[in-house]
Structure formats: structure tokens, C-alpha cells
């Protein structure tokens, strides 16, 4: 197990590399760099200096050599174009934190929420309560999140004027926010479970544990829920990539400060070690949950014997 | 109690055959026609399907019907929804119907396109890898796993910043270069699955040879997978063209999409809520649609929920 | 009398690793032959090896070890012509009639299939053919035309005899054909092949685990244990006079119908553990289990010796 552990995370860091790679490069294909708003009505010679400041007018590769170099002697991406004097590394952490929060939670939200509605539909099929969940379900699924985050801006805030339309420090700003990021996991999930619960509720040993006498609480706890999260799991992983577009839109809807707005206004203004640093954090994220769902299922599913196949 | 007499002439002895004994009362029917009959009994998917066909009629012909065109511009700005002007105008003053159906070619387009294009290209990878086996398919399922560890989006938003011209074919390209890659672990993995089929094993003792084999027992066995597949995954690229769109790098201007259309309504939302509302809605009842299509496409296609 | 058997095993080895170390012995040195118009039936436990060692006789999995002669050819030096004739000539019945048929092709079809590969009929001779097939299995023409899912267990079991029979061979691998049927049909399955059998010759061997019903069709048994055979004789001769604990132990638990005859017997009861096939034991397999066990069955493999009449047993107290 440990040993599967080591090779994954080598593995990560493999990734990782080319990544980083693969976008340093393309990056610099783009058209425009970060320099050229700046720099368009200096000199020539303040231009050539800007740019050799930035070490911009060396090859590409040779760039990302020095990229590498600073990763790993100094821990560092550099400094950001667009906001001299700000190192990408502190940008990063500083604004991960608020939308790592809300990430966090609409995840966690949605997963335990949406397992819950899963089971609850399942037992009660085609009864009320299903169909409902059902339609909630169907509905996160595919309204695309800005619009629902723009209706929901509208009606909570405009129409009723319950909750702020934007801005960032209380925990009232967070309710909004949330709420939108969570309704896509929380479908998806009430969908996965809620199938996921059918299967399993027909098979014979539930029928066996219900002929035992347990009660019906503890065959939910003890049978159904572990065999039937499986499917879940699998697609936690992905979800996060979900959450982490959501929360580009839903931070500039509702002016959160957080890293995904960061990330695409450096996107526009071609601010390249913002870029490039964002671009790794997100990645490592991602694999890193692959990861750690990757182990739980693991730990769930005795079936799995990682490293012990034939 | 007087006892009935029952002579045996009153009992005429039918017969059994053997044959007869288990002989089953069903017509015959074959797989899709059997699988087409349990779709049309599932009203909603039918409703779904019903839909999605209004909406594409709407997207070839509305902006006939209403008589402007979606550039024209005016001086009836921001005006709402009236016998006029059946969805409004926009600042521009041009012509809401007109615009939201033209977005709809360029969403549903890339919607459809996409998702076909990907799963077509997705399929054959996960076949060639799953037959090749052995290192080859070790390889080829390493590279699959590299391209799925990077979320989605950043790729698609690098490689939209590259893209200089904003038609449909660069956007479909930086859409699908990543996107065949769910499939092609799904294809494999059935196509492992049915090659320990006994089926295949029994055609295989007969002689077939492999060739034979892959077409005419995996692949009819793997299509409706893959079809249901390709239905959910309409969806998804309807929403990522109109994700991208909205962020500012998909479809630009003088072209338009439901995305942006919905971006560019959203500074007015408080004012002229209905310039958002029209688009907002395509997508959600575009999207919506075919998952519940999808939904009922797979029910359909499960042979373990026959009855 | 034939001048040598259809098909002859020799050594036959299956082993298939599990990982560096561990490897499952499935068949573990196995050797019978069979001749046209004979049944060999090969009986033993679940897990005993006995569907792998038909699987490998046909080449779905290709043997560790071992020979196999098909006419006196050895078939591992056979070039394609000559392997595409033993594929014709060597067919197999499927133990699941749920799982052998392809659900979306039509069962004529399915019994065409075969025969496209080996025979080039116009397409109005391999209807007459499948509708001649059909018949003889005992099925009319009308489940020409239907598919596998409208069909009960024994009907498609049929099918897969009449696919078998459908590129005439000459030896039939039947893996325990009967074990998802129910008893009324298991008759009939059997009386159907015991029927073609004496009109075509073939050459049986009946993989079960039914003991009762091996009996009545085979010509000779072999009784496998954890990978190899442990006794073969005669039918009439190893029911009537068991020989090696095993069988006598296995044999001792076929239930007579006659209830005064059962509670007279005495039965054998099997203590010990079944030792698992990926770490065999040194010396006799059986012998954990066996009640007459010594010293030197621990400690050499007990080979199989001819014991009179061409009764062949495997111990070491014999």
C-alpha cells in the first residue's frame, strides 16, 4: 500500500512537469505578452530594459529554464508582471484561502447533501419525495452555473433584498456564493447515489439482512451506504475540476477575491508567471485529489487489491 | 354428497409436446427495435426529444420568421419583449429572437459536433489500445491518464488564448483536443470486459477469425454504451462553449453563442432581466433536454431492465 | 477397433501465474485419450481443473506443458490450414446458456456462423442446414429467426449443441453442458448427445460434476483432484469398485433414490481442509484430507498405476 503511495506521488510529480511544460510553452505562443500594455508609449531603449528586466527577450527555453531553476533552488515563480513586486507564490496562497473555502464547502456540501437526497429518492422511488429530488437533481445538472448564480444574484438580492450582492469579509457574503457552487456537485451526486442505492437495495443480501431482523437503519448504515458510494467516489475526483471553473465565474459575479478570478484576470493581461504559477497550483490540486479518492476507494472497496494484480 | 360422475369421454386427452413445455409467449423482436419501444413508452424522455427537435427546427428557421436579422441594428434599444420584437432587443438595438436563434446554431453546433467528434476519435483510441494490449495499450492508457489529470478547463482556456480567429472550428479544436479522452477509457474497458465474453470464446473455438469477431460481436455490443455516452455528453460541451463564451474567450464578436449572449446580459441584469432570461433559458431546456433524453436512452438500452 | 484414439493428452500442464512467485497449478500433469464414438468423463470438485484442462485441449488457453495429439498430430505444430481443421474438428459445448450466445444476433445466425468459416454454402443450403440442425436438437424452424433472450435455459443450450454440431467435428468438448438445466431437461440434453453421438461417431469428453449423470453417458471416468487425475477406469468398473480414497469418499455421497439403501450405506466423510492450488503440497494432494494417509504419502507424489484391467489409480496404500 505504502509502496503504491510513493509511486503515485512520483507519479504527480511527473504530471506535474510536463504540465508545466506543455503550458510554459504554449504560453508564450499566445498572442501578446504582458509587457506590451505597459510598455507602449516608452522609448525604445526603457522597452529593451523592461524586457530584459523581466528576462523576456531570451529564448523561450532558455526562460524555462531559469523557471525551473528558481522552483526548485529557491521555491519561487517570480514576481508578477502585472503587479510588480508581488511574488506569485504569496498571490497564490493568499487568495487560495477564500476560494479554497468555498470550494471546500460547496463540495462537501454537495457530496454529503446529494448522498443523502441519492438514498432518500432511492428508498422512496417514485414517490414524492423521489420525484422532487428527482427534479432538483435534473435541474442542477444542467443549468449551467452562471446562469443560476445570475438568477439567484437577481432574486435574493434585487427582488428580496436578503443577502449582499458582493464583496468579501462576512460570513453573509458566503451564503450566496456557496449556495450556486453547490447545486452542480449536489445533482450530480443525488443522481450517482440514487442509482447506485437501486442496484444495491435488490440484491440478496439486503433481502438476507432484512430476514435477519435488522433494523432498517442499520442495514442502510452497514450494507447500503458502503456498497453503494462507490460510483461516487469515483467521480469526486473530476468534481473538484468542476468546482474550480465554477468558482471563475462565481468569483467575478459576486467580486469574491479569490484565485480563480486572479487566474483569468491574468489570463487577459498575458501576465505569464501568474499564469504558469496558478496553472501548477490547480493541476497539483487535481491529481492530488485523484489521489486521495483513488485511496479511499481503496480503503472502502476490499475487493481492490492495489500493486497485487496478476 | 352426490359425487359427479365423470366418465372419461368427457376428457379429451391434448397432448403435451416436449418443445411445447417451454415455449415462450413473446413476439419476436430484435434488440433496437425492442429498445425503440421502451423509449417511446418513457413519456418524459419522448417530451425531452420532443423538445430538442423544436429547438433545433427554431434554430434553422427562427431567424427567418421574425424578419430581422440578428446584426440589423436600430434605435429601439433595450426594449422588452413585445409583438415587435418577440424576445426584445439588446443594447444595440438589434433584434433578441433573432440573435438568441442564430447563438443556438453556434451553441448546439458545438454541442453536437463536439461530443461526436470526440467520441468517435475516443472510441477508436480505447479499441486500438484494448486490442493491442501489452505495453502498447500501457502506453497508450498512460498518455490518456497524463491528459485527464490536468482539469479540463485550463486546458481549454490556454489553448483558447491561442486561437486567434473566433469561428466554430478553432473553438470545436481546443474543445475535443482533450475531450476524447473519458471515452476512450470507457470503450476500452467495455471492449476488455466483452473479450472474456463466452460468447466470444465459443466464436473464437469456431474458428472466426478476429476480424469477424471485433465487428460483429464488440462493436454491436459496445454502440449503445457508447451512444448513451454520447448523449450526456452533448450536454457538456454545450456548456463548456458557453462557459468559454461567457469568460471572453470563446465565440467573439460579429459571431454569437448563447454564452455570449448571456455575458453580454449580464451587466443589464437588473435593468433588462429578460435579455438574459431568453439565452439563459435555450441553454438550461438545450441541456436539460438531452439529459433527460439521455436518461431515458439508457434505461432503454439496458437489457437487465427489460420486462 | 481404431487404430489409436482420436485424441490423446499427454502430461497436460496449465499453470497460470498470479504474480512473480505464486502460480496456480490448474492442471497439473494430466494424460487419457479418447476414441471416436467414446465418452471420457471427467469428474471432480469445483475447482478441481477440469473445465481449464478441456480449454486447453482446444487451445483457448495455450498449455504450460504437455502434448496433445489429435489423429497422432501433435497440434502445437500444426500450421493455420492444418489448426483451422482442428478448430472445425474440435468443438465445445458451454457450461452457461445465458452467457455463450451473443444476445443480439439472430439464432440462425449464431448457427451460421460456424459454418461460414468452414463450409461455403449458398445461402439457401445453410438455411436448409440450420433448419436440419433445429430439428435435430429438437427445435422447429421458427426459432430460426429469434434471439437468444427469448429463449429458455434448456432451448438455448440446444442451440449451442446444434452450433457445435453445425461444422460437423469429430471431438466435442461438453463442459458440464447440464449444471444450469433444470433435472427434467438435463435428460434430455444428455439423451440428445448420447443420440448424435451414435449416428456421427463423435468423440465425447463430458466434463460434470453430476455424478449420476456421468455414468450413464461416458465410456470411461477420470476423477480429477487438484489438478490431476487421481483414478480412471471404466464407467461400470470405478462405480462398482472405487478404488482410491477420493472417489471412494466422492462416490459414497451419490444419493441412491431407494432411502432404505442410503441410510444402509456407509458414508464417507471428508475431514481437513482443502489445500488451495497456488501452494501445493509436497507428496500426495489428497493426503490432508485422506483417512488412510502414511508417512510416505506426505512425501512422494503418488504416480498412477495400471492396478488390473486398465484400472488406473494414484496412491500410494494401493
Not at chain 1, 140 to 167: D, R, Y
Not at chain 1, 254 to 282: A, E, N
Not at chain 3, 27 to 49: K, Q
Request: glycine share 8%; proline share 5%; with cysteine.
Amino acid at each position: 500500500m505504502a509502496k503504491y503511495i510513493v509511486k503515485r506521488v512520483l507519479y504527480m510529480f511527473f504530471v506535474l512537469l510536463i504540465v508545466t511544460t506543455i503550458t510554459y510553452f504554449l504560453m508564450h505562443n499566445i498572442p501578446g505578452d504582458p509587457l506590451t500594455a505597459l510598455v507602449m508609449r516608452l522609448p525604445e531603449q526603457t522597452k529593451a530594459n523592461y524586457y530584459a528586466k523581466y528576462g523576456l527577450d531570451k529564448p523561450v527555453w532558455e526562460q524555462f529554464l531559469l523557471f525551473l531553476k528558481g522552483i526548485f533552488t529557491e521555491g519561487t515563480m517570480g514576481e508578477s508582471i502585472r503587479y510588480p513586486g508581488r511574488m506569485v507564490t504569496n498571490m497564490i496562497r493568499r487568495y487560495s484561502a477564500s476560494s479554497g473555502l468555498i470550494g471546500g464547502i460547496a463540495i462537501g456540501a454537495g457530496f454529503l447533501i446529494g448522498t443523502m437526497f441519492g438514498v432518500i429518492s432511492a428508498l422512496k422511488k417514485d414517490k414524492l419525495p423521489d420525484k422532487i429530488l428527482s427534479l432538483i437533481a435534473i435541474f442542477g445538472v444542467s443549468i449551467p452555473v452562471f446562469v443560476v448564480a445570475s438568477v439567484l444574484q437577481f432574486v435574493l438580492t434585487a427582488t428580496f433584498p436578503i443577502l449582499p450582492t458582493m464583496g468579501w469579509g462576512e460570513p453573509k457574503h458566503t451564503v450566496l456564493p456557496i449556495l450556486c457552487m453547490s447545486l452542480s456537485p449536489l445533482a450530480t451526486y443525488t443522481r450517482y447515489m440514487r442509482s447506485s442505492v437501486l442496484d444495491v437495495v435488490n440484491q440478496d443480501y439486503i433481502t438476507m439482512a432484512e430476514a435477519k431482523g435488522m433494523s432498517f437503519g442499520m442495514i442502510v448504515r452497514r450494507h447500503i451506504l458502503r456498497n453503494s458510494i462507490l460510483p461516487s467516489l469515483t467521480i469526486l475526483g473530476p468534481n473538484i475540476a468542476d468546482v474550480f471553473t465554477g468558482s471563475f465565474i462565481i468569483e467575478s459575479i459576486f467580486s469574491i477575491p479569490g484565485l480563480g478570478s486572479y487566474y483569468m484576470t491574468s489570463v487577459t493581461d498575458r501576465d505569464f508567471p501568474m499564469i504558469i504559477g496558478c496553472t501548477i497550483f490547480y493541476t497539483a490540486i487535481y491529481i492530488l485529489s485523484l489521489l486521495i479518492v483513488d485511496i479511499l476507494y481503496v480503503l472502502i472497496d476490499p475487493r481492490i487489491r492495489l500493486g497485487n494484480r496478476e | 354428497m352426490n359425487q359427479t360422475n365423470l366418465s372419461d369421454d368427457l376428457f379429451i386427452i391434448e397432448g403435451c409436446s416436449a418443445a411445447e413445455g417451454d415455449k415462450i409467449g413473446r413476439p419476436q423482436t430484435t434488440y433496437w427495435k425492442d429498445a425503440w419501444r421502451r423509449l417511446r413508452q418513457n413519456r418524459l424522455a419522448l417530451l425531452a426529444l420532443v423538445l430538442l427537435i423544436v429547438i433545433i427546427f427554431f434554430t434553422i428557421f427562427g431567424p427567418s420568421i421574425c424578419g430581422y436579422s440578428f446584426e440589423q441594428m436600430s434605435s429601439d434599444m433595450n426594449k422588452a419583449p413585445s409583438a415587435k420584437h418577440w424576445f426584445g432587443t439588446d443594447s444595440l438595438g438589434r433584434d433578441l429572437f433573432a440573435r438568441v436563434w442564430i447563438g443556438g446554431r453556434v451553441s448546439v453546433i458545438i454541442g453536437v459536433v463536439g461530443a461526436v467528434i470526440t467520441t468517435i476519435v475516443g472510441a477508436i483510441y480505447g479499441s486500438i489500445s484494448a486490442f493491442a494490449g501489452g505495453k502498447v495499450d500501457s502506453v497508450m492508457m498512460r498518455i490518456v491518464e497524463i491528459i485527464s489529470s490536468i482539469p479540463y478547463l485550463i486546458v481549454i482556456i490556454l489553448l483558447s488564448l491561442m486561437i486567434n480567429d473566433s469561428g466554430i472550428t478553432s473553438i470545436l479544436l481546443a474543445l475535443c483536443l482533450v475531450g476524447w479522452c473519458p471515452t476512450a477509457r470507457l470503450v476500452r474497458g467495455q471492449i476488455l470486459q466483452l473479450a472474456s465474453a463466452e460468447y466470444v470464446t465459443a466464436a473464437r473455438v469456431l474458428g472466426v477469425s478476429s476480424w469477424k469477431i471485433i465487428t460483429r460481436h464488440m462493436i454491436p455490443n459496445t454502440m449503445s454504451v457508447i451512444i448513451v455516452n454520447l448523449t450526456f455528453r452533448i450536454p457538456g460541451y454545450i456548456f463548456s462553449e458557453s462557459f468559454l463564451s461567457y469568460v471572453g474567450l470563446g465565440i467573439k464578436t460579429p459571431n454569437t453563442s448563447w454564452g455570449m449572449l448571456a455575458s453580454a446580459a449580464q451587466q443589464n441584469m437588473f435593468f433588462y432581466p429578460y435579455q438574459m432570461l431568453f439565452p439563459a433559458l435555450m441553454i438550461g431546456l438545450t441541456m436539460l433536454s438531452f439529459t433527460v433524453f439521455g436518461d431515458g436512452l439508457r434505461d432503454a438500452l439496458d437489457p437487465k431492465l427489460r420486462r | 477397433m481404431e487404430s489409436q484414439p482420436l485424441i490423446q493428452v499427454q502430461d497436460l500442464k496449465q499453470y497460470f501465474p498470479l504474480s512473480r512467485s505464486r502460480v496456480v497449478k490448474a492442471v497439473d500433469g494430466v494424460s487419457f485419450s479418447i476414441s471416436r464414438g467414446e465418452t471420457f468423463g471427467l469428474v471432480g470438485e469445483s475447482g478441481c481443473g477440469k473445465s481449464t484442462t478441456g480449454r486447453s485441449i482446444l487451445g483457448i488457453t495455450r498449455p504450460t506443458a504437455g502434448k496433445i495429439l489429435y489423429d497422432g498430430a501433435d497440434i502445437s505444430a500444426f500450421n493455420r490450414a492444418e489448426r483451422l481443421r482442428f478448430k472445425k474438428n474440435a468443438q465445445m459445448i458451454f457450461q452457461d446458456p445465458y452467457a455463450c450466445l451473443d444476445p443480439r444476433m439472430t439464432i440462425s445466425s449464431i448457427i451460421k456462423e460456424g459454418m461460414e468459416v468452414h463450409f461455403h454454402y449458398s445461402k439457401k443450403e445453410a438455411d436448409e442446414k440450420v433448419r436440419e440442425l433445429l430439428s435435430q436438437v429438437g427445435l422447429t424452424e421458427d426459432y430460426a429467426s429469434r434471439f437468444p433472450h427469448e429463449l429458455s435455459g434448456g432451448q438455448r443450450q440446444r442451440i449451442g449443441i446444434a452450433r457445435a454440431l453445425a461444422v460437423e467435428p469429430e471431438f466435442i468438448v461438453c463442459d458440464e453442458p447440464i449444471a444450469a438445466l433444470d433435472v427434467s431437461i438435463q435428460a434430455q440434453v444428455v439423451n440428445l448427445l448420447m443420440k448424435v453421438q451414435e449416428e456421427k461417431r463423435h468423440a465425447y469428453l463430458f466434463i460434470s460434476h453430476d455424478l449420476s449423470m456421468v455414468r450413464h453417458i461416458s465410456n470411461s471416468i477420470g476423477v480429477m483432484y487438484l489438478g490431476s487425475l487421481v483414478e480412471m477406469a471404466e464407467s461400470s468398473e470405478i462405480y462398482a469398485h472405487p478404488l482410491h480414497p477420493y472417489t471412494k469418499a466422492l462416490f459414497s455421497a451419490i444419493p441412491k433414490p431407494d432411502p432404505d439403501q442410503n441410510w444402509a450405506k456407509k458414508r464417507m466423510k471428508l475431514e481437513g481442509e482443502v489445500p488451495s492450488p497456488i501452494n501445493t503440497p509436497e507428496g500426495c494432494k489428497f493426503c490432508a484430507r485422506c483417512p488412510y494417509a502414511k508417512d510416505i504419502c506426505r512425501q512422494q507424489t503418488p504416480q498412477l498405476k495400471d492396478l488390473g484391467g486398465k484400472h488406473m489409480a494414484a496412491c500410494h496404500i494401493l
